[in-house]
């Protein structure tokens, strides 16, 4: 075992003789993991930066500059960023919009990369080619056609429009995901499903779905998190202040706030608490997501 | 068995299409056609043959805004793939506190680039911005600057703040695909006494290739892409200067309601993007066939 190996050595003290091989090695790895660890800290210095201003007062940051230390913390940011700020509301669009999207895009993405994968109809290469394309779709030549039909079909200005961009934008990477995964996945349990005189959608789901909870669990958070940091689609697609999500509404809100940077910051911690929590609880699912969603098929 | 299955194939696949052609496809084609229009938001548009193109290539916000659209899908690709690469090597060869500290540097990308663009803003302040607090106290302060608001710097600031966002990414599918180097072809390596240099030139990266597909692919498609980040910072100022091909179809279309022009601007968008990437993978499998 390599990684006992390396405890092994690292216990050691500096003096004891070591096999020649090992010696160079073992001397460069201290400071190797003491300089990322110093790099990793700096790299978060502008996280640190917001949270610690969020909880600053305007005061002490309009006397001593927006880096400067203070010794005078409060909560009040957070307060009003909620009530006077209109951040709540802005929240509650976002979760209002991200948890339908991301459920309906993950379920059209499953039911494609299952046919795709598994039921493999004529023509199926070609549909997931298709639907593979929209990740290299820029985003912008979808936004006059979508804002003209959204305007006429009555949508413009509701959360709708977010929700069903986001349903359809998103196929494309679901359907890979879950494409790729599937491919991997024994598929004896389905031959007994089949013998034992199931339809395809029972299957799908008494058999195939239970398997799949590893991949659905990388794709959602990896989902989620895409739709709930969305700007262009609100941007474009709702203009009264209690219809913005979250991105688009904090970003309004600092022309309202533009010297109160204890109440800006607040909101961009409030806005990115849900997407660094999931990110925190389900780190393994999301980098897996990350490095599924990467593996090209 | 087989017609059964063929018949839920499709019935499976009905929704999933249904709703991508609504959503991508046919907004897709529909920009297309109005690229050949003067639509501007109200009523319909008359068809107008190639003059938005004819007016594109006159225009110098479009000549500037494809211009850093590349020098950013250039640069977007090669430092973040540089830096990933090189986080990923150095984290893989330890193994006490590995995982905090990878965690540290994956924090970033659960962000949105609306908090990205504000941090980084306040960081390039010109009077007490972090930026040049530190160059100051490091007695460095000519070079104490404006960032943002130079025209010089200002596009390099911004893709410096995504870069930060970005380089996790990179980092991640490197150390997923280091995973996959062979233990033994490097420990035979150095047994044959090949330096730390050798080894990485003859055994991992070779055996990385995969992953640099992806990551590249990945970096040039956010890189082309990239809209949020450059709205939030500068609003694609000073003087236009740092607007990309994405924000200037955005302005065009949705702050003077040139739909027609705007419709054009993102066709070529597209196509520039589709040009790109078609050439990366074409490339690729070339590469994939004479290796």
Redesign the interface.
């Known amino acids: 075992m390599p990684d006992t190996a390396v405890a092994e050595r690292a216990v050691l003290p500096p003096q004891a003789p070591a096999p020649p091989a090992s010696r160079p090695r073992r001397a460069s790895r201290a400071p190797l993991a003491a300089a990322l660890a110093a790099f990793a800290v700096l790299f978060l210095v502008p996280c640190l930066g917001v949270l610690y201003t969020s909880l600053k007062t305007d005061a002490e940051i309009a006397a001593n500059g927006l880096w400067a230390p203070s010794g005078d913390l409060t909560l009040d940011n957070y307060l009003q960023a909620l009530t006077a700020g209109g951040t709540g509301r802005y929240l509650l669009n976002s979760l209002l919009v991200t948890i339908p999207a991301t459920a309906i895009s993950v379920a059209l993405g499953t039911l494609a990369g299952y046919a795709i994968a598994v039921l493999r109809p004529r023509a199926g290469e070609f549909i997931g080619f298709c639907l593979l394309a929209g990740l290299f779709v820029p985003p912008q030549i979808l936004l006059i056609p979508l804002f003209a039909g959204f305007n006429a079909a009555g949508l413009y200005d509701t959360l709708f429009p977010m929700i069903i961009v986001h349903s359809g934008y998103g196929i494309s990477l679901c359907t890979l995901v879950m494409r790729n995964f599937f491919r991997g996945l024994p598929m004896e349990l389905r031959a007994a499903g089949l013998v034992d005189g199931a339809g395809e959608p029972r299957i799908l789901a008494s058999i195939v779905l239970p398997m799949s909870r590893p991949a659905l669990a990388a794709l959602a958070t990896l989902q989620f998190t895409f739709i709930w940091n969305d700007f262009l689609y609100p941007l474009v697609f709702t203009r009264s202040d209690t219809m913005r999500t979250v991105m688009v509404g904090i970003l309004q809100q600092q022309g309202q706030y533009s010297i109160a940077y204890g109440v800006q910051a607040a909101m961009a911690v409030l806005a990115s608490l849900p997407t660094v929590a999931i990110f925190i609880a389900f780190q393994k699912h999301f980098i897996a997501g990350l490095t599924a969603g990467a593996v090209k098929g | ?1 087989t017609i ?3 018949w ?6 009905a ?3 249904l ?2 052609g ?7 084609l ?3 056609y ?1 690229g050949f229009t003067d639509w501007k938001a109200v009523g319909g548009g008359d068809w107008t043959g190639t003059a938005n193109f004819a007016r594109m290539a006159q225009d110098p916000s479009f000549a500037r805004a494809l211009r850093n659209t590349l020098i950013w899908t250039v640069a977007g690709v090669v430092v973040p793939t540089v830096a990933g690469l090189a ?1 990923a090597l ?2 893989n ?6 995982k ?2 990878k ?14 663009g ?3 803003f ?2 390039y ?1 010109p ?4 930026l040049n ?1 530190v160059l100051g106290a490091l007695g460095l302060d000519s070079w104490r600057h404006a960032w943002l608001s130079d025209p010089a710097t200002a596009l390099w600031a911004v893709m410096a703040a995504w870069g ?1 966002q970005q380089v996790a ?1 990179a980092m ?2 490197f150390l ?1 695909g280091l995973t996959t180097v062979p ?1 033994e072809l490097t420990e035979a390596a ?1 047994v044959d006494g090949a330096g730390a240099w050798q080894r990485l030139r003859a055994v991992v990266l070779p055996a990385l290739r ?1 992953s640099f ?3 590249i ?2 970096n040039m ?1 956010n890189a ?2 990239s ?2 980040i450059v ?2 910072m500068t609003g694609g100022g000073p003087f236009r200067q740092t607007e990309t ?2 924000v200037l ?2 302005r065009v ?2 702050k003077t309601y040139d ?1 027609g022009y ?2 054009a601007v ?2 070529v ?2 196509v520039v ?2 040009v790109i ?1 078609g050439l990366f993978f074409a490339w690729n499998s070339w590469k994939d066939r004479h290796a």
């Open positions: 068995m059964r299955r063929t839920w194939a499709w019935g499976f696949l929704l999933p299409i709703t991508y609504i959503t991508v496809v046919w907004p897709a529909y920009s297309f109005h986080l150095g984290l060869r330890i193994t006490r506190f590995a905090v500290i965690s540290f540097f994956f924090l970033p990308l659960a962000l949105s680039l609306v908090v990205v504000q941090v980084w306040w960081i302040r009077e007490d911005g972090l607090i930060w990414l991640v599918i997923a233990r150095q995969p597909v992806v990551v692919s990945l498609i082309l892409k809209f949020d709205y939030v091909l994405a179809a955005y279309a949705f739909f705007g419709s993102s066709a968008l597209f993007s589709a990437i």
